[in-house]
């Protein structure tokens, strides 16, 4: 065996490996995109109402609706993804349909 065939051999084994590394890599990494939650200190920094206005426009479906973050302490269960507050405060929110979820 020459030593081009040496390198060959040696390549498509190296090759070999790579895809399984890529394999194993792109089954245990997080997903790409993770929604940012922010808690009412923060959103309340965002947006100039007071909290009775909060939930009267939460209520009415005017203002994004909290997600409820499970296993959190009493007060900080209540997050606001922030993709909406952002869309919000840039007039461009619209109230989620109960398919997007």
Not at 41 to 60: G, M
Not at 63 to 89: I, L, Q
């Amino acid at each position: 065996m020459d030593e081009r065939q040496t390198l060959w051999r040696a390549l498509k084994q190296l090759r070999a490996v790579v895809s399984d590394l890529e394999a194993v890599l792109d089954a245990s990494a997080p997903p790409a995109f993770t929604e940012r939650l922010i808690g009412s200190r923060d959103l309340f920094k965002l947006v100039d109402f007071t909290r009775a206005t909060l939930r009267a426009r939460i209520k009415e479906g005017t203002f994004p609706a909290p997600v409820f973050v499970p296993g959190a302490s009493a007060k900080s269960k209540r997050r606001w993804r922030w993709s909406e507050v952002d869309a919000y405060v840039k007039g461009t929110w619209r109230a989620r349909t109960p398919t997007q979820g």
